[in-house]
């Protein structure tokens, strides 16, 4: 229980800490793209944001619902990306963390800031001065349509990754191949139940 507890609080510590740097990293990134751009711009920008936390709360509802099984299967066979699903699988709590709480706060935090800046630009270009009527009504509509966006596509997203988890998770264990090998990037190592059972 002791040994749990410490291994709860060492991954909560972790992912707060690599939360806090990517808050940062979003913030800036978002707020460098925003700048000098027109609404229209920056309305792409915003929508962008909302679509990556939109495709990473479908990996991370995916990673939950996939089985080991059909991945065990690919791996005997060699086939790239088999063995990075596998441990996908086998972190699927962590894995869900990060993408549906982490990523998934983030740009949602992110995005409502650069729904401000969207705002803003919009009623200036309009001829309204800020904090006229005209943006107040503006920040609503704009406000409203990005949640609705936001709320729907993790709706539609989640059905579809409940009913295609494996043809997800086989993508994105692709895609981790692809930069552990070709790019030298690892994003992923074997989890400790996956190294006891050899």
Known sequence: MKHSFSKTLKWSTSIAVITLVLAAIFTVVSSFLLSGVSWAVGMGIVFLIVLTGVLFDIVG???????????????????????????????????????????????????????????????????????????????????????????????????????????????????LYFLEEKLRIKLLSPAKKEKKRR
């Open 61 to 175: 509802v995916a990673s939950t619902a996939a089985k080991e099984v059909p991945f065990h299967a690919m791996a005997s066979e060699r086939v790239p990306g088999a063995r990075h699903a596998i441990i996908i699988t086998r972190n699927a709590d962590r894995v869900a963390n990060f993408c549906n709480d982490v990523i998934g706060d983030i740009s949602g935090i992110v995005s409502g800031t650069a729904s401000a800046a969207v705002v803003v630009e919009l009623t200036l270009s309009m001829g309204n001065r800020s904090g006229s009527n005209s943006e107040y009504l503006i920040s609503i509509i704009f406000t409203s349509v990005v949640a609705a966006l936001t709320v729907g596509g993790k709706a539609l997203g989640k059905n579809y990754a409940i009913n295609h988890s494996t043809f997800i998770i086989f993508q994105v264990g692709r895609l």
